[in-house]
C-alpha cells in the first residue's frame, strides 16, 4: 500500500493503492470526452456476480494537475460483465454556451447524470483532457486512473511518440482494450493512453451500453433466457417432456455434480419426451442445445 497524494481538504481524498487481481472488481470501460459538455463514464463489471455502488464507489478529475482529487459518490447495480454510463449532467434543452445539453444520443445512452453545477473547487465529472480521472472504493482504495495524476499534459495525454495522434484523453472517446482485466491503481511514471485503450473521434456515443472483455465468459453470450419449459416439475417416475419455443437440436441431462446422464440429439423439434428410469431422487441439470448453437440450463427435480 503506498500514499502517494498527501494533500487533505474537505472534498479531496487521500488515496491508496492496493494490488487488484483480474477480473476482480469495476474499471473503467469507456471514456468520452467529446464537444462541449458532452462527457461521460462509463464502468464495467469484470465478475460474475452484480455490484451495488451505492454507498462504496465514487469517481472523478484532479484539475490541470493538480493532484487532488475530487470525488462524486455513484450509485447504481451493474450486472455481471454489464456496464453502466455516468454523463455530466446539463439536459437543459435551452441551455447554451457553458450550459449546453449533451447532444441527444449521449442523453439516451446513459443511465445518470452527476454533478450540474459547476465550481471550480468541487467539479468531478468536468474533465476536459488534461485532468488525470480516478475511480474510487471505500473513499480512499485506487481502482482505476486515466492519465497520471499530478500531471498536466497540456491539452491531453497522448500515444508516445506520435505527437499526431494528440490529445487521445481530449475531444474523443477511448474504449478499453478487451484484453485489460482490472483498472490502473498505482500512478504510471508515464500515461501512454495506447498500451491499454482504443481512440475513436469526438462525440462518438455509439460504443456506449456494452463492453467487450475477455473477464466475460464465452458461453454467457451464448445463453439465452429459459426458453423450454419442464413438465411435470419434479420429474416423476423417470419420465418428463421438453417444450420450447425454439427448435431444439438436443436436450442432456446431468446430474447436480455434473455427470452426464442422458442424451437425446433430436432434429430440430419443439417437444420432447425424456426418459430416465434409474435416476434416483436428486436434483438434476437440462441442457438445451438450440439449432442456433445457443443454450440454456434449467434444474429439475427427481422424486
Ligand atoms: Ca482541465
Ligand atoms: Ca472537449
Ligand atoms: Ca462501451
Redesign the pocket.
Known amino acids: 500500500m503506498k500514499k502517494f497524494l498527501l494533500c487533505t481538504t474537505f472534498a479531496f481524498a487521500v488515496l491508496n493503492s492496493f494490488a487488484q487481481n483480474n477480473c476482480s472488481d469495476i474499471f473503467i470501460?469507456?471514456y468520452v470526452e467529446g464537444s462541449g459538455n458532452n462527457k461521460a463514464i462509463?464502468l464495467?463489471n469484470p465478475t460474475s456476480l452484480p455490484i451495488l455502488l451505492d454507498g462504496s464507489y465514487s469517481m472523478g478529475r484532479e484539475r490541470n494537475g493538480n493532484a487532488l482529487p475530487m470525488l462524486v459518490e455513484i450509485s447504481g447495480i451493474i450486472q455481471p460483465y454489464g456496464?453502466r454510463?455516468f454523463a455530466l449532467d446539463k439536459r437543459d434543452p435551452n441551455g447554451t454556451g457553458l450550459e449546453a445539453p449533451l447532444a441527444a444520443e449521449l442523453l439516451a445512452a446513459a443511465d445518470s447524470f452527476l454533478t450540474p453545477v459547476y465550481s471550480q473547487s468541487y467539479s468531478p465529472m468536468y474533465f476536459d483532457g488534461d485532468d488525470a480521472f480516478f475511480l474510487v472504493k471505500n473513499g480512499d482504495q485506487i481502482l482505476d486512473i486515466i492519465g497520471k495524476s499530478g500531471e498536466d499534459p497540456g491539452g491531453g495525454w497522448w500515444a508516445l511518440g506520435d505527437p499526431s495522434t494528440r490529445w487521445w484523453t481530449a475531444n474523443h472517446t477511448i474504449?478499453r482494450k478487451s484484453s485489460v482485466l482490472h483498472g490502473v491503481n498505482v500512478n504510471p511514471e508515464v500515461f501512454d493512453p495506447s498500451l491499454e485503450w482504443d481512440s475513436l473521434p469526438s462525440d462518438t456515443f455509439t460504443?456506449?451500453?456494452?463492453?467487450l472483455c475477455n473477464c466475460a465468459p464465452v458461453s454467457v453470450e451464448e445463453q439465452v433466457e429459459n426458453t423450454f419449459s419442464i413438465f411435470p416439475n419434479p420429474v416423476l417416475e423417470g419420465a418428463f417432456a421438453v417444450k420450447s419455443s425454439r427448435m431444439m437440436e438436443s436436450i442432456t441431462l446431468y446430474s447436480a455434480d455434473g455427470r452426464l446422464i442422458e442424451q437425446q440429439n433430436l432434429r430440430s423439434v419443439t417437444y420432447s419426451n425424456v426418459f430416465f428410469p434409474k435416476a434416483e431422487a436428486g436434483v438434476y441439470f437440462i441442457e438445451v442445445i438450440y439449432t442456433d448453437g445457443r443454450k440454456a440450463v434449467q434444474k429439475i427435480m427427481a422424486r
Open positions: 470501460s469507456e462509463e464495467y456496464v454510463v474504449i460504443e456506449l451500453g456494452e463492453h
